[in-house]
Each structure stands twice: as C-alpha cells, then as structure tokens.
C-alpha cells in the first residue's frame, strides 16, 4: 500500500519563463524562492512517482480528439511542446506502471478517462517542475483535464475524480511514497482584451475555502464564479481534484500575489500527507 507523502499545488505560466523581468525583482525573487521551497518539501518527502495534475493546452489534442481527462502511461516524455518557450529541452521519466494501474482502476469505478503513450508536455506540467527544481529528478504519470474548450468536465466531476485518484493511489502496491501536484490558475484571461486582469477577490476567497476544507463550497464557488475570473481560470479543476485526493485535510496557502505583468494570480500550497 502507498502512502501519499505531499499533496502540492502552484500556478503555471509560461510568462515565468518567458519574461521573469516583466516583474518587479523583489517580486520576482519572492515567486521563485516559494517554488524552490515547493521543490525542496517534495525532495524531503522522497516519493518514488510524482501524480502531475495538469492541462495541455491543444498542443496534445484539439477539436477532432479532445478528452475530458487523459491519463498517460509512457515510460518517457518530452517537453516542453512549445518550441518558443525558454526552458531546457528535455525528457522527463514517466511511470507506465502507475498511469496503466490507473487507468484500469478508474474504469472499474466507472471514471472512463483517456489514455496516451505519447504524450508531449507543455509549459503546464514542465514551468513548476523546473522552477521547483525537480524536474527529472521523479517519475511522473501526468493527468490532463480538458479546462480550454467548452463542454468541460464539471467542477464537481473533478473533485470527485480526485477525491477517487486518492483512494486508488493509497492502494498501490508497487511503490511505497507518491506525491501529487495540482498546477494551473488562479485567476488569468489569455487572448482577450481582459488579458492582464487578475481578480484578487476570486483568487483569495478560493483559497480560504480550500484552508477551510470546504469542499462543497469550494466546488459550488468554482462552478458560480469561475467566469468572473478570467478564461484561465477554469485551471482551478487541477486544485479541485488535488483537494479531492487530499479527503478532507485543510489547505496550507504558501505565496500568493496578484502579478498583472505576468497575466496571473500566482499561489502555491499544500495539503497534509496522507
């Protein structure tokens, strides 16, 4: 049986990367410094695989082959997708045992997500794992949810997907310690003449919410009020499976602050081991 040593959840941006000088450098310096932190409490924690909860952003998939929720199952995945993007061009391990266990298990709990072996990640899975400082340093299974065209998974679909995601990783038996990460969010619009709007007042009451462990407020929050946070902001699905798979235990926000230049309310966080 598994224990899951570490439940963490950080915004993503590509602007991270892209332009970390677009931002005051005390800031700067402030956002990175609480994912070398991030990075250091999963080291500590010492897990076989790393669960990535995370989006591709129709770099994967598009309109002809668009799944609600993907799970992969390679031994090995390259990133970053996007060619422009200033990181280290790099494969990450993956763990196929892991992401085929759980894909069989969630279709004899009547979840019925997709699965690749091919998977190429974006700067959704790689921007927190690179500023962390751990990428390819643990096995991943990346888990994708649909949160760019609509008809989306549903907010409650997600916490729930994540609240089973716990229980089947509890239950592994091929590895002892395994770690989650929830990235994406908060608040952000990408591509519309809101970009650059970060709605603080959203941003803040979901996170009071997870530190409550209200999770039926959590979820009926994110399903009302979601659009008055940006299009980027149905990301918070990742937040609420990671919630999900964390059963009950209060939220720690870690960092937070409302970064217009980087498009993005930029949080960080864990839940308890478990």
Known sequence: MAEIVGIFAASHTPVMLQFPDAIPTRDREEIFAAFRAIGKDIAAARPQALVVLSD??????????????????????????????????????????LGAYLLTKAL???????????????HGVLTPLELAGVA?????????????????????????FGNWLGKALRAYERVERIAVIA????????????????????????LRLLEAANTDGAVRFATDH??????????????????????????????????????????????GAG
């Open 56 to 97: 591709d952003h129709l770099h994967n998939f598009f309109l002809s082959n668009l799944p609600a929720i993907c799970v992969g199952a390679a031994e090995q995945y390259p990133t970053p997708v996007e060619h422009w993007l200033k990181a280290e061009k790099r494969v990450l391990p993956g763990d196929a045992n």
């Open 108 to 122: 004899e709990s009547d979840f019925d997500p997709a699965l690749s072996m091919e998977l190429t990640l974006d």
């Open 136 to 160: 390819q340093d643990i096995p991943l299974v990346p888990i994708l949810f649909n949160c760019v065209q609509p008809p989306l998974p549903t907010m409650r679909r997600c916490y729930r």
């Open 183 to 206: 990235t994406g969010g908060i608040s952000h619009d990408i591509a519309t003449p809101r970009m650059g709007m970060v709605n603080e007042k959203f941003d803040r009451e979901l």
């Open 226 to 271: 979601v659009s008055e946070a940006g299009n980027g902001a149905e990301e918070i699905r990742m937040w609420l499976a990671a919630m999900g798979c964390a059963d009950g235990r209060p939220f720690r926000t870690r960092y937070y602050r409302a970064v217009h230049d980087w498009y993005t309310g930029i949080a960080l966080g864990t839940w």
